[in-house]
């Protein structure tokens, strides 16, 4: 069965830190992959997405994935991080024979000052 | 501005009662979608529907039921058989077609947090 694993339940780091969120998925083909940002008690809004091409995508507020087909990785990076990056953040991939996606239990951000 | 809307924002319900979550959206998109968000363990599939008067179960369908009558709406009603139905339920929204098209984008609206007393 398709998944995605995001092995960091909660990560801190400081602002203007450098920042990198973790993403796995088990997929037996090309993947459509995704990540989202929910701030709390919010709908989730795309950061970015990939379906094929340059395996370096850009989104928005800065951020960018890198998919890697060896390592079934899609991780989520930003250079320096701003305290309103604090958030939840969800990977996520389509899954096979859905049109629906299939998320993450995603990964909480907490930036310190 | 176009969006997805959904309510209430809050709903308490006693235990036996069922309830509906209102899931409107104004994109003219095709399929929609429901989602369960419980702490730690992400966004679940609850139903979703790819045209009007179709839909599907997802991963965690028992205990929901759904209807499609309009293209803008997606009612989500949690029956009494839904044995733990506090949580923050998410509608989403998306085109239909190829992934270039923007299929597979989702809009989600802003939450609806359900409450069992």
């Known amino acids: 069965a398709q998944s995605v694993t995001q092995p960091d339940i909660h990560i801190t780091v400081s602002e203007g830190a450098s920042l990198e969120l973790r993403c796995n998925y088990s997929y037996g083909a090309t993947p459509y992959l995704f990540w989202y940002v929910q701030s709390p008690g919010q709908g989730l809004q795309l950061l970015l997405k990939?379906?094929?091409?340059?395996?370096l995508v850009q989104g928005i507020k800065g951020f960018e994935a890198e998919f890697k087909r060896s390592q079934s990785s899609f991780n989520l990076r930003k250079p320096s991080v701003h305290w309103s990056d604090a958030a939840e953040y969800f990977c996520?991939?389509?899954?096979?024979?859905?049109?629906?996606?299939?998320f993450g239990s995603g990964t909480r951000l907490q930036v310190q000052p | 501005d176009g969006g997805i809307t959904q309510s209430p924002k809050y709903l308490f319900r006693k235990e036996g009662q069922n309830v509906t979550l209102s899931c409107e959206q104004n994109?003219?998109?095709?399929?929609m979608y429901w989602y369960r968000q419980d702490p730690g363990q992400g966004l679940r599939l609850i139903y979703y529907?790819?045209?009007?008067?179709?839909?599907q179960k997802g991963d965690i369908a028992e205990g929901y039921s759904v209807s499609r009558e309009k293209k803008e709406s997606f009612p989500l009603t949690v029956t009494s058989a839904q044995k733990n139905p506090t949580a923050f339920y998410l509608c989403?929204?998306?085109?239909?077609?190829?992934?270039?098209?923007?299929?597979?984008?989702?809009?989600f609206g802003a939450g609806s947090r359900l409450t069992v007393l």
């Open positions: 990939y379906f094929s091409g340059d395996t």
């Open positions: 996520a991939v389509v899954r096979t024979g859905r049109r629906a996606l299939t």
């Open positions: 989403a929204s998306s085109l239909q077609g190829t992934a270039s098209s923007g299929a597979n984008v989702l809009t």
């Open positions: 529907s790819q045209i009007v008067n179709d839909f």
């Open positions: 994109l003219n998109h095709d399929a």
